[in-house]
């Protein structure tokens, strides 16, 4: 693994931030636009709809098959456009990757036009009333096919019911209601405000000359902008008054057991690290307590896993299981937790969860995408750090660190999808 220590950071002329990794460890170079904005019912659905409009055409690239051929020039560049929930935050996402010119057969000055490319998409889109249409449309059946997927269905539900009075328990598209409820001059509308007071993060990963890169973005992204700097706002709750128990029957051969637990911690606290080993040994790997008493020793699960959100302070239980082993199900899952907060974790427990950690880090270190998720989610909660520090980190976790997370959990709501009649 290649010693990535940092960042660089930058600041454009109209306040955009610009984080450069120089590096020539990856034979591609990786430009990302990440805009941040609170989750919020009034915009979610409007912002979310956003990127894809944006990527159906531009004034010099009309059509989705323009902006294709462009891509083509650009020796097969990829062109990505998404949303994503990070904590509280609904964030805008527009990546491309290109080839390292210097591995060209010519001088061609392929990160000029890669800026030049993404510039026309994000400061000149086609705002017609075709495309928010046929945008609009799509999002709202990707909203109502979210039943169709249970396992994402159940987890969805479980959050929205943990989290409703709060921004999170909002899905990352929006609603559908609300979708119906929107015309083309809202979305442009608001894509203007985004524009102008959204927090905007540039990042290139790549072997790149670094002044002409900054000076080429400075002066193609030379928008109005001003900065929100306190973007995340994310409401972190530590207890639990009552325990939730939710229902839901539909037809469905096998049950969907979620359970939802407040962790408190998150991605800048001191027990951020000693939380990824908790969730590793309780349920993220083969070898976690959850995986081997649930599934493997007693037969009560089709899978069952943990996962944690760390910007938000969650930490959720998803399995699947035949209906009539719900009790016995919930009840030795809750052992497993239990197991946790007495110190019940072997050394091998310890080690394999530390050791499976390490090579995630390693893995990520090693993609370009990973190195950029990595930074970002630490700029989000204001602990950004490189990869071989967050090793080290990991390393210094000890078995007590890991008592203390257990003894902070609570369980907050317990979700179960259940077969009809």
């Known amino acids: 693994m290649e010693n990535i220590n940092c ?4 600041k454009t002329d109209n306040d955009m931030e610009l984080y450069i990794c120089k590096t020539k460890k990856f034979k591609t170079n990786l430009l990302q636009i990440f805009i941040l904005n609170k989750l919020d019912r009034e915009t979610v659905s409007k912002n979310a709809l956003v990127p894809f409009i944006l990527y159906r055409g531009s004034e010099k690239y009309p059509d989705s098959k323009s902006f294709k051929i462009q891509l083509d020039y650009l020796y097969g560049a990829e062109l990505n456009v998404s ?29 000029k036009k890669a800026i030049l490319l993404l510039k026309e998409l994000v400061l000149s889109p086609r705002f017609t009333e075709e495309y928010f249409q046929q945008e609009r449309d799509f999002i709202i059946k ?11 269905y159940s987890l969805l539900r479980c959050y929205q019911e943990m989290c409703r009075n709060e921004p999170f328990g909002l899905h990352k598209l929006g609603h559908v209601e609300d979708h119906e409820r929107l015309n083309r001059e809202d979305v442009y509308e608001q894509y203007q405000r985004v524009l102008t007071e959204s927090r905007i993060l540039f990042f290139v990963i790549g072997d790149i ?3 002409a890169l900054y000076d080429g973005i400075n002066n193609s992204f030379d928008f109005k902008h001003k900065q929100d700097r306190n973007i995340n706002q994310t409401y972190v709750k530590s207890n639990v008054a009552e325990i939730k128990e939710i229902e839901e029957k539909m037809n469905v051969n096998q049950g969907k057991l979620v359970m939802g637990f407040r962790t408190g911690i998150t991605r800048n606290s001191h027990l951020y690290y000693p939380l990824l080993m908790y969730n590793g040994i309780l349920g993220s790997f083969p070898h976690s307590k959850l995986f081997q008493s649930v599934r493997e020793k007693e037969s009560l699960a089709y899978y069952v896993s943990s996962n ?17 082993n719900y009790e016995k199900t919930r009840k030795l899952i809750m052992e497993q937790v239990e197991k946790m907060k007495n110190g019940d974790i072997s050394d091998d427990e310890f080690n394999w969860t530390r050791a499976s950690l390490i090579s995630t880090f390693k893995t990520m270190a090693d993609s370009n995408r990973g190195l950029s998720s990595h930074y970002l989610l630490g700029l989000i909660n204001d602990q950004p750090e490189p990869v071989p520090e967050s090793i080290d ?12 997370v257990a003894n902070r959990i609570s369980l907050d709501t317990i979700y179960f999808l259940n077969k009809k009649g």
């Open 7 to 10: 960042f660089k950071h930058l």
């Open 83 to 111: 949303v994503w929930k990070r904590g509280e935050l609904q964030i805008i996402n527009f990546s491309l990757e290109i080839v390292n010119e210097k591995y060209l057969p010519t001088d061609e000055k392929l990160n």
């Open 142 to 152: 990707e909203i109502k096919s979210i039943k169709n997927d249970k396992y994402t």
């Open 209 to 211: 000359d670094e002044d």
């Open 308 to 324: 944690i959100e760390t910007t938000k302070g969650l930490l959720i239980i998803t399995s699947g299981i035949a209906v009539e």
């Open 393 to 404: 980190r990991l390393n210094a976790v000890k078995k007590e660190d890991l008592v203390e």
